[in-house]
């Protein structure tokens, strides 16, 4: 999916938030994408990890956090799935409130990679996010496929898990919002919010079980919702699927609401 919302981002925010003074990122290798689902150039599944980031507009400090996760992103292009998660603002959702109280985000800005809250931090640094995505990048995983239809105010999104060995496996989808122009303290009007979570799919941000599967065997969920998408284009949506194996998130992926995202592997050396 192309995240052409960074772009645009990156420079809105060029002109308010300070650039930071870390060190240019060594570059890590784009994936190798197969529509057919079957074997490809590559053999290991490529690793996106989940950034939860925990904002709010009347917060005047939040938007160095989304600097330097549009800064990570544009690093590690496709290696970062991002949801923002609002609180007491005009973005929030009170059945949402529940995520805060679990990960204990006490002051904002804050985040969260991989639904871990051992990794929570408040560095609003890009390298800090960077360290971790690179960490990441050679341990195991399994891989996961995300179709999303929408038609009629209706949103189907269908995610597909491929076991990379035998373990217990579930899979949350979450709807998000990008380009939400507000009124953000420190910064004026026509601030561009991103990933603004609206909504779980399915029963909650627990998931739904896909129960244990062997090595590559492949299972699929389908979530279902009523969606009205109002004034808003269609192209201001995504969903965020993500697959937890023995209860850790161990990839993610998003779609746009009528859009595909394929397994994708590494590239060998």
């Known amino acids: 999916m192309k995240k052409w919302y960074y772009i645009l981002a990156a420079l809105l925010l060029g002109a308010c938030v300070g650039q930071k003074e870390d060190p240019e990122p060594e570059p890590v290798p784009d994936p190798v994408v197969d529509p057919e689902g079957g074997a490809a150039e590559g ?34 292009p496709g290696r970062i799935v991002d949801i923002a998660v609002h609180q007491y603002d005009e973005l929030s959702n009170p059945d949402l409130y529940g995520i805060v109280d679990y990960f204990k985000a006490g002051s904002f800005p804050q985040m969260v990679l991989d639904w871990d809250a051992g990794t929570m931090f408040n560095e609003q640094r890009a390298q800090r996010i960077l360290d971790y995505v690179d960490a990441t990048v050679d341990k195991p ?4 496929a995300l179709e999303c239809s929408y038609a009629d105010q209706t949103l189907n999104a269908k995610v597909t898990v491929k076991a990379d060995e035998a373990a217990a496996y579930s899979v949350t989808a979450l709807l998000v919002q990008d380009l939400i122009l507000v009124e953000q303290a420190g910064y004026g009007s026509d601030y561009p919010c991103m990933g603004v979570l609206r909504q779980a799919l399915g029963s909650g941000t627990d998931g739904e079980s896909l129960g244990n599967l062997q090595k590559d065997e492949e299972k699929s969920y389908t979530f279902q919702t009523a969606l009205d998408t109002g004034e808003n284009p269609e192209s201001d949506f995504r969903v965020v699927a993500f697959v937890r194996k023995d209860g850790r998130v161990v990839n993610a992926i998003e779609a746009g609401l009528n859009e595909k995202s394929d397994y994708a592997y590494e590239k060998d050396n």
């Open 43 to 76: 053999t290991i599944p490529f690793h996106r990890v989940l950034a939860l980031e925990f904002t709010a507009t009347w917060c005047q400090y939040c938007p160095n956090m989304t600097e330097a996760l549009v800064e990570a992103s544009a690093a590690r």
């Open 141 to 144: 995983t399994c891989n996961i």
